[in-house]
């Protein structure tokens, strides 16, 4: 399988807690992006990559969240101290530069809950 | 900042109908506009993209109409197939494309 992907699928954890999360792209693909989905809303941006260079950043990203991206392959997103607000769908997504730069290719997310 | 906005939570039609799907913006920047369908427990999945120099485009049963005066574009999806049924969400995006807006999305259900 040469999609994307992304681990855990499911985490459930205690206010407070740190989690973190992995997201591997396509091989090829120099782009990746994370999103954090609500129930009944579209992904909404948080992070971007080019390579192991982090170019965009939510202004709604707070402190307590960081991504990383060495060397420009898999990349991590960490919350520091999860609130329940944090529940939600975390998706990576990545592309590559070129004609179809936009289309998108995303993994099956990650799903936090915090208690 | 809601810079993608899709009115309709849902629609549904019948097999073999056209299913429009539509989708207003904001911003006066944005060059790139796609689609992307979802289904359930799955990531969303690239459908179709339109570039702001153009105002429509097609792919089989799939086709896409941007009116940059009215900052507003549709979907069109003909005909209508019972596995079409998913949620559709609109995005779009500047140059150098660091970023793209999604709007809530529309659950469309195709009936037999």
């Known amino acids: 399988d040469t999609g994307v992907s992304q681990d855990p699928r499911h985490k459930i954890t205690k206010r407070g807690q740190n989690v973190t999360f992995r997201c591997d792209p396509i091989?090829?693909?120099?782009?990746l992006y994370w999103y954090r989905q609500t129930l009944g809303q579209g992904p909404e941006f948080l992070t971007y990559?080019?390579?192991?260079?982090?170019?965009?950043k939510s202004r709604l990203l707070s402190d307590r969240f960081s991504a990383e991206r060495p060397k420009g392959s898999f990349s991590t997103l960490e919350i520091q101290r999860t609130e329940q607000g944090d529940s939600a769908m975390y998706l990576c997504a990545s592309s590559r530069d070129g004609a179809n730069t936009g289309e998108l290719f995303f993994g099956e997310g990650s799903r936090l809950t915090v208690l | 900042d809601q810079q993608v906005k899709q009115n309709s939570p849902s629609l549904s039609v019948q097999e073999g109908r056209i299913s429009i799907l539509n989708c207003d913006y904001t911003?006066?920047?944005?060059?790139?506009f796609l689609w992307y369908k979802k289904y359930p427990a799955e990531g969303p999945t690239f459908l179709i993209s339109i570039s702001s120099i153009k105002d429509k485009n097609e792919d089989g049963r799939f086709t896409v109409f941007l009116n940059k005066s009215a900052k507003h574009l549709s979907l069109h999806i003909v005909p209508s197939q019972p596995g079409d049924s998913a949620v559709y969400f609109c995005?779009?995006?500047?140059?150098?494309?660091?970023?793209?807006?999604f709007g809530s999305g529309t659950k469309l259900n195709v009936k037999p």
């Open positions: 990559f080019q390579n192991e260079a982090q170019l965009e």
């Open positions: 911003n006066s920047m944005f060059d790139y």
């Open positions: 995005a779009a995006s500047a140059y150098p494309f660091n970023k793209f807006y």
């Open positions: 091989s090829e693909h120099n782009r």
